[in-house]
């Protein structure tokens, strides 16, 4: 079963940093389109950030200028740099990998929790 696995989450200060991590398999990795989204309580899960397996990215117009996504090919794994955080980036970060197809297959993290908070 193919699993993202997720990190980094926490509870950070007005204009603070952190940065959260997805980790999956090669064969995932290697191919699928890789993301981030988030779900504020009583509101849908929107997108944050993706990223190609070329290297193309695109992000919510709310997070440009303050977020990074990247992959580190190296490690399997996506990373979300989060600077200048605001409360209303409040939310449950989920992980997503999207075969580049129409319709292709989706697969989602667990969920990490960033809260915003002085």
């Known amino acids: 079963q193919v699993q993202l696995v997720e990190s980094g989450g926490g509870l950070v200060q007005p204009g603070g940093s952190l940065r959260l991590s997805c980790a999956t398999s090669g064969r995932i990795f290697s191919i699928y389109t890789m993301g981030w989204y988030r779900q504020a309580p009583g509101k849908q899960r929107d997108l944050v950030a993706v990223?190609?397996?070329?290297?193309?990215?695109n992000y919510a117009d709310s997070v440009k200028g303050r977020f990074t996504i990247s992959r580190d090919n190296a490690k399997n794994t996506v990373l979300l740099q989060m600077n200048s955080l605001k409360p209303e980036d409040t939310a449950v970060y989920y992980c997503n990998a999207r075969y580049p197809v129409s319709g292709g297959a989706t697969i989602w993290g667990q969920g990490t929790q960033v809260t915003v908070s002085s």
């Open positions: 990223v190609t397996r070329y290297g193309s990215t």
